[in-house]
């Protein structure tokens, strides 16, 4: 028997093809790439030619673009039930907090999965296993949902919820698997490329990991300790397809491939249909240029970001201040040079938070910047808590990746000189990401929120060019 394994992860709401980054020998390119409709017609395809096919979501499905947040997640539902998924798992889908989530997943025809997510009486808040067959043969699934969610995130994501890592859950849960007839154990995680190594390093009986959170293009199956690992980029730019052979219930050989979905690939006239009839109120915003980008914006890199520039560049300008945070978030799609329309705004912020302000001595802006690091680079992966380095302008930050927790800074100048540690800045941010609600003093949410800063700006600048140098130098 042939089984097909096919797999998504970190879509964020794009629900219709988009610009994405790409590279060449010139450097970054953008092509147009993604798509609910193409991944339903490539999926529809391989079922076509194999009707033992599966179909997982590694989560970030639920929120991300302005269609999504504007429906709190409900308008995606009828395609991912079109998509005849076979299980979900979650991080930013915890963003309209824990009851909206069941709520959600009562109205999928697929489980969202999690071992690993906790009620305040230690019972699991969602499904922890499935058990799926395909000619006989058994396939166990075991969900982790992000350990984050309770951590790093807004506090009424994980309300009454309680995350870990799965470390502990893992082996139990196999075992039941196994107990049951499981002839394969397939690990859907959304902790992260570097975490789900870790696991697997730890725990044994895992033959397929699929892997999400960290946006890694894996163009080859990773191999750690007998488990196979893939992660398949994001926004839906790719689709990843394990074809296994299978012999007297025993894997005998695995074949894998990413494979980029775009104009090339089949389209699904029915999910087309449904992705047309969401985006149509959102049409004028998406087409009404407010400005224009002379260089691509995107926020693909772990340090410095030209997308989030223009984010800070529009809070500094909005508090009048000269100093600005922002969190180093993953998704977003990318900016192409030419024009900039409202609906590019909202998907660098697509919760539109407010735009607000906060003293911190010179001496905190350290520690809030070595923290993130630390939460960026630590050698535990376990200790890893979130997306790239924190974004800022009005700094110069240098500084040693490789050394220990809490000396990475080496230098951070302000105005030509070294930070004050003893002096009070007042600081621009946007969210409790942007700046913990645990540093600062006379915290103050503006009235204006981060989209219409980002107007604003664009009245102001109509014609921006990023600063390609950054507030970050490795040194």
Same mark, same amino acid.
Request: hydrophobic fraction near 35%; charge should be neutral.
């Given at each position: 028997?042939?089984?097909?394994?096919?797999?998504?992860?970190?879509?964020? #709401?794009?629900?219709?093809?988009?610009?994405?980054?790409?590279?060449?020998?010139?450097?970054?390119?953008?092509?147009?790439? #993604?798509?609910?409709?193409?991944?339903?017609?490539? @999926?529809?395809?391989?079922?076509?030619?194999?009707?033992?096919?599966?179909?997982?979501?590694?989560?970030?499905?639920?929120?991300?673009?302005?269609?999504?947040?504007?429906?709190?997640?409900?308008?995606?539902?009828?395609?991912?039930?079109?998509?005849?998924?076979?299980?979900?798992?979650?991080?930013?889908?915890?963003?309209?907090?824990?009851?909206?989530?069941?709520?959600?997943?009562?109205?999928?025809?697929?489980?969202?999965?999690?071992?690993?997510?906790?009620?305040?009486?230690?019972?699991?808040?969602?499904?922890?296993?499935?058990?799926?067959?395909?000619?006989?043969?058994?396939?166990?699934?075991?969900?982790?949902?992000?350990?984050?969610?309770?951590? @790093?995130?807004?506090? +009424?994501?994980?309300?009454?919820?309680?995350?870990?890592?799965?470390?502990?859950?893992?082996?139990?849960?196999?075992?039941?698997?196994?107990?049951?007839?499981?002839?394969?154990? /397939?690990?859907?995680?959304?902790?992260?490329?570097?975490?789900?190594?870790?696991?697997?390093?730890? @725990?044994?009986?895992?033959?397929?990991?699929?892997?999400?959170?960290?946006?890694?293009?894996?163009?080859?199956?990773?191999?750690?300790?007998?488990?196979?690992?893939?992660?398949?980029?994001?926004?839906?730019?790719?689709?990843?397809?394990?074809?296994?052979?299978?012999?007297?219930?025993?894997?005998?050989?695995?074949?894998?491939?990413?494979?980029?979905?775009?104009?090339?690939?089949?389209?699904?006239?029915?999910?087309?249909?449904?992705?047309?009839? /969401?985006?149509?109120?959102?049409?004028?915003?998406?087409?009404?240029?407010?400005?224009?980008?002379?260089?691509?914006?995107?926020?693909?890199?772990?340090?410095?970001?030209?997308?989030?520039?223009?984010?800070?560049?529009?809070?500094?300008?909005?508090?009048?201040?000269?100093?600005?945070?922002?969190?180093?978030?993953?998704?977003?799609?990318?900016?192409?040079? #030419?024009?900039?329309?409202?609906?590019?705004?909202?998907?660098?912020?697509?919760?539109?938070?407010?735009?607000?302000?906060?003293?911190?001595?010179?001496?905190?802006?350290?520690?809030?910047?070595?923290?993130?690091?630390?939460?960026?680079?630590?050698?535990?992966?376990?200790?890893?808590?979130?997306?790239?380095?924190?974004?800022?302008?009005?700094?110069?930050?240098?500084?040693?990746?490789?050394?220990?927790?809490?000396?990475?800074?080496?230098?951070?100048?302000?105005?030509? +000189?070294?930070?004050?540690?003893?002096?009070?800045?007042? @600081?621009?941010?946007?969210?409790?990401?942007?700046?913990?609600?645990?540093?600062?003093?006379?915290?103050?949410?503006?009235?204006?929120?981060?989209?219409?800063?980002?107007?604003?700006?664009?009245?102001?600048?109509?014609?921006?060019?990023?600063?390609?140098?950054?507030?970050?130098?490795?040194?």
């Amino acid at each position: 028997m042939k089984l097909n394994i096919l797999f998504i992860n970190d879509v964020h #709401g794009y629900l219709a093809p988009h610009p994405e980054l790409f590279y060449n020998e010139t450097g970054e390119v953008i092509e147009t790439a #993604g798509g609910y409709a193409h991944i339903a017609g490539f @999926v529809e395809g391989i079922r076509k030619e194999n009707p033992n096919t599966l179909f997982f979501d590694g989560g970030d499905t639920l929120h991300g673009t302005k269609p999504l947040v504007d429906s709190r997640g409900k308008a995606v539902i009828p395609i991912l039930n079109a998509l005849k998924l076979d299980a979900l798992v979650g991080h930013w889908d915890f963003a309209y907090g824990p009851e909206r989530l069941k709520e959600t997943g009562s109205q999928l025809d697929f489980p969202i999965l999690g071992c690993n997510v906790f009620t305040k009486d230690g019972s699991n808040f969602l499904q922890p296993t499935a058990m799926l067959e395909k000619a006989g043969f058994k396939i166990g699934v075991i969900g982790i949902c992000a350990m984050i969610v309770d951590k @790093v995130m807004p506090e +009424k994501m994980s309300e009454g919820l309680t995350f870990t890592s799965g470390l502990d859950e893992l082996p139990e849960q196999i075992k039941k698997l196994k107990a049951d007839g499981s002839d394969m154990i /397939i690990l859907l995680s959304h902790n992260g490329f570097p975490q789900d190594v870790e696991l697997l390093k730890k @725990v044994d009986g895992i033959d397929i990991c699929l892997s999400a959170h960290t946006h890694n293009r894996i163009y080859q199956p990773v191999e750690v300790n007998g488990a196979r690992i893939i992660q398949c980029g994001c926004h839906g730019a790719f689709v990843g397809k394990f074809t296994l052979e299978v012999e007297d219930k025993k894997i005998k050989n695995y074949n894998y491939e990413l494979v980029k979905v775009d104009a090339s690939s089949q389209k699904s006239k029915e999910v087309d249909s449904m992705v047309q009839d /969401i985006l149509k109120p959102y049409k004028e915003i998406s087409t009404t240029p407010l400005g224009s980008t002379s260089e691509i914006l995107h926020r693909y890199n772990t340090i410095n970001s030209t997308l989030d520039e223009l984010l800070l560049s529009a809070i500094a300008q909005s508090t009048k201040t000269e100093i600005a945070f922002s969190n180093g978030w993953r998704y977003g799609a990318p900016i192409a040079k #030419g024009k900039i329309t409202e609906n590019d705004l909202y998907n660098i912020a697509p919760m539109n938070p407010p735009v607000s302000t906060v003293d911190l001595t010179g001496k905190e802006i350290k520690e809030i910047l070595e923290e993130n690091l630390e939460r960026t680079f630590c050698c535990n992966p376990f200790g890893q808590m979130g997306g790239y380095v924190k974004r800022c302008i009005g700094l110069q930050v240098n500084f040693r990746i490789e050394n220990p927790k809490g000396h990475r800074i080496q230098e951070i100048y302000f105005r030509g +000189k070294h930070i004050d540690f003893e002096k009070t800045y007042k @600081v621009g941010f946007v969210t409790t990401q942007g700046v913990a609600s645990k540093y600062g003093k006379n915290r103050e949410n503006h009235d204006k929120k981060a989209v219409e800063a980002m107007k604003d700006y664009l009245r102001n600048n109509p014609n921006f060019t990023p600063n390609k140098i950054g507030s970050y130098r490795l040194v």
